[in-house]
Each structure stands twice: as C-alpha cells, then as structure tokens.
C-alpha cells in the first residue's frame, strides 16, 4: 500500500523542463519517408539539443549542424558568406522550431565511432574555430548570410571531450582528439570570445560523459582560475536506475557553487538507460523500448525536478537505437513517448505544489495554476508485484489517464470523490491525474 497526500496550498516552486530531449521532429515527405511532427508537436518539448543529428539522412545528414560540415574548408574565409552551407541545418531547425520547441544548439561534431576521425580532432586554429562559432550564431540569431532571428539561447561548445585519456589509442578518442590541456585552451578561448560577442546568451559546456571523474574537477578548476565564462555546465548519464543517474546532481551543484560559479546552470544533457555499454548493450535497448523503460524515463523526470538540476534532456528522439520514443521505421509512438506528453500538463500548469508519498517506489510530482492541479506518479521498481496506490488531496472530479501494458495515456474509470482516489498500480505504471 502507497499513499501520495497533495497540499495544494503549499508551493514550491516552478516545474522546471525535465522534459527535453536531443534532436528533433522527422518531416514526411513521402509516404516512404515517414515523419512524426504531429507527435513530437503534441509532446511540447521545450528544448532540443541538436547533438549527433548529422548521423541522420532525415535531418540532412552530413550537411547537418556541425561546425566542420557547415564550414567544411578550414582554409577559407571565415569572414565570406560563401564559405558556409546552412541549407539543410536551416531546414532542420526550421521543422523543430514549428513544433513549439527551442534549440539548445551545440557547437562542434556528433561522436566519430570509425577509425579516422574528421570532426572531432582539435581544430588547426582555435581563434579561428571561434569566429566560425559566431558567424553561426549571426546566421540564426541576427539574420547574417540570409540567415534567422530565432533567438537561440543555449549555445554548447563540443561533446564529451573527457572520453579518453591523452595516451589513449586515437581510436578510443572519439569526441575529443587532442589532449586535456587542449581541449581546455580551445574552451577558454571559444567561451571568452563567443561571449564579448553575445553578451545576453547562454554560453556553455562542455557536455562531459563522467561528472564525477578528475576530468570535469580540473576542468571547473582551471575555467575558475582563468575567468573563463560558464552559464551552464553539461553533463551525462547513463544508468539502470533513477538514483543512479540523478546521484551526482548535488555534487555537480556544490563544485560549481564553490569556484564561484553560483548563476551557472547545471544540465544533464545526455541520459538513458544503460545497464553497460558491452555485455548488456541488447539488454538495455530491450528495455528502453519497454514499458519498463518508459516508466524508468517518468521517474527520472520526476525525480530530476527536485533536484538542483536546471534541465533534463533525454537522448534521444532522433531514429536510433537509444530512441523509446519513436519506432525507428515506422516513427509511430512506443511506450517512452507518453511520458513526455505527461510532464508536459505539469510544466503547462506551471507551479510544482508539495506533495508526500511513503512509497519509495513511487515517484509523484504535482502542480497547479490557480485552481487547477494535476499529479504525475510512476511505479519503478525490479519487483514484479502489483501496488495499491491511494492518493489524498485533490479536488473531486479529477480523473486518472494511465500508461500500462494496455494502455497508451488513456482515461480510465478512477476518478477523485470525497477527495480520495485508491487504485491498483501494476509494474512500471505511470499515471496522470488531472
């Protein structure tokens, strides 16, 4: 038996977007390529990072959002419109954009998995590297080489440079060719130039796979000794459980805090889950594509808005194997996509209210705008035994919509009366009473 008990006259504060994700909607253009835009619309996601988009044919492929395929020739102008092809990553942003969803842009190359690597090798000229960056932004945010005014705020300087050590084979450096001491001058000296130029924006980085490991300590350390600007700290995760994912949050927030860098966001851009990346890769694919994989993705994302975390991006939506959201073929929604559509009515209402549950199984939000309320709940845990759930607090009327085996955010009969609502909770349900 778990019990959530509401106080709507208790609130905490905003509902924060947990709800992100990497990369964006597929157009149709045919019936042979499929798309999913009234989906990924319905979703209302509030950002998408636009990381390892080029790995798809659908977005625009290897013409798509990375720095080396938009100025694809390191020894021209950087100063000479014609020195840029933006045809496709305009495309690409422009189909994002009619969805109701920001860019959270990353500057750099998606992962390189083949023995040579193109992208992700230390530019010949950091300096350089940098003004290249900014044409970028001119050209999405104030209309340069018939370019946008799309107001983009986040903008990221690379990908997981802390994937391998200095010494490792060049194969293994698949994000970051170079060594440490590189990859911090070329941030120092991106960051320090992007914002003399962009004052109001967000500029950040640098997306590390290990928050906890020494890479992202020397990093913080050696950005704090030498001024160098950090709106927002990137970070990744990927674990088999909520906690195990969310563990290092607090510590993320208390080194920041404590190098000065209070105002800096810290966002978890990349995570899934992963049981490991070898003898259990199938496993956790099987898993994300689950029922049990949605209802590990719910909990995350309700466990993620009590914590110092200032957003959450799930990887990924684009067609891939890490993607339970959408099926790879035919882009109809899988079981994940419907906990994002959930959390949604809760940032749509705006307010996060208190909320008590003695279930730690159950992981439960709630929120409001004026007399409105809604609560979310997931049931994660490895126990395959059904739970009765009774929830105290809201106002009668309210009606329970379930995620299940049988059921895709559909209405059911339970509905609040007397202020009570009690049902039966099978494994890796989520529910949303509103």
């Known amino acids: 038996m778990a019990t959530i008990t509401v106080d709507s006259k208790t609130e905490i504060g ?14 149709a253009r045919t019936d042979q390529v499929r798309g999913n835009m009234e ?15 080029s790995f798809y044919p659908g977005y625009g492929g290897e013409h798509t959002v990375d720095v080396h395929l938009i100025f694809s020739d390191f020894s021209r102008d950087e100063n ?8 496709l990553t305009d495309e690409y942003l422009a189909n994002t954009l009619s969805t109701g969803t920001k860019i959270f842009y990353r500057l750099g190359s998606k992962i390189e998995h083949e023995t040579k690597k193109y992208g992700t090798l230390p530019p010949p000229d950091f300096h350089k590297w ?14 340069w080489n018939d370019g946008h005014h799309w107001d983009i705020d986040y903008w990221e300087i690379w990908n997981e440079p802390d994937g391998a050590e200095d010494d490792a084979d060049p194969y293994w450096k698949k994000c970051w060719g170079g060594t440490q001491a590189q990859f911090f001058e070329l941030f120092r000296i991106a960051a320090t130039h992007l914002k003399a130029c962009f004052p109001t924006l967000k500029i950040g980085g640098p997306a590390v796979c290990g928050n906890d ?31 195990g994912i969310l563990h290092g949050a607090d510590e993320v927030r208390k080194k920041l805090d404590s190098l000065g860098y209070d105002q800096t ?6 995570w899934n889950y992963i049981l490991n990346w070898d003898t259990r890769f199938i496993e956790s694919i099987e898993t994300i594509l689950s029922l049990k994989g949605a209802a590990f993705t719910a909990a995350t994302i309700l466990a993620a808005q009590d914590l110092p975390i200032d957003m959450l991006m799930y990887y990924d939506a684009r067609p891939c194997v890490l993607n339970g959201m959408f099926d790879y073929y035919t882009l109809r929604a899988l079981k994940g996509y419907y906990p994002f559509v959930m959390f949604s009515e809760l940032y749509r209402l705006g307010t996060q209210i208190a909320l008590d549950c003695d279930d730690p199984s159950i992981y439960a939000v709630a929120a409001k705008h004026g007399a409105d309320t809604a609560v979310m709940a997931a049931y994660f845990q490895e126990a395959d ?18 995620l299940d085996e049988t059921h895709d955010f559909e209405a059911t009969d339970s509905v609040v009366r007397n202020g009570r609502l009690t049902l039966s909770l099978k494994p890796y349900s989520v529910l949303l009473i509103q």
């Open 14 to 27: 905003r509902i924060k977007p947990m709800h992100c994700v990497n990369n964006g909607p597929v157009k």
């Open 385 to 402: 035994e059904e739970k009765t759930l009774t929830v105290t607090g809201l106002p009668d009327g309210k009606r329970v919509y379930l």
């Open 80 to 87: 000479d419109p014609a020195s840029y092809d933006f045809h």
């Open 130 to 143: 940098a003004r290249i960056c900014e044409h970028i932004i001119r050209h999405y945010n104030e209309g």
């Open 265 to 270: 966001e810290s966002i978890c851009n990349e």
């Open 39 to 53: 989906l990924y619309t319905a979703a209302k996601i509030p950002y998408m990072r636009n990381h390892d988009a």
């Open 213 to 243: 490991r020494p890479w992202a300590d020397a990093f913080l350390r050696y950005c704090a000794s030498h001024d160098v600007p950090l709106d927002f700290f990137s970070w990744h995760a990927y674990c088999p459980t909520p906690e």
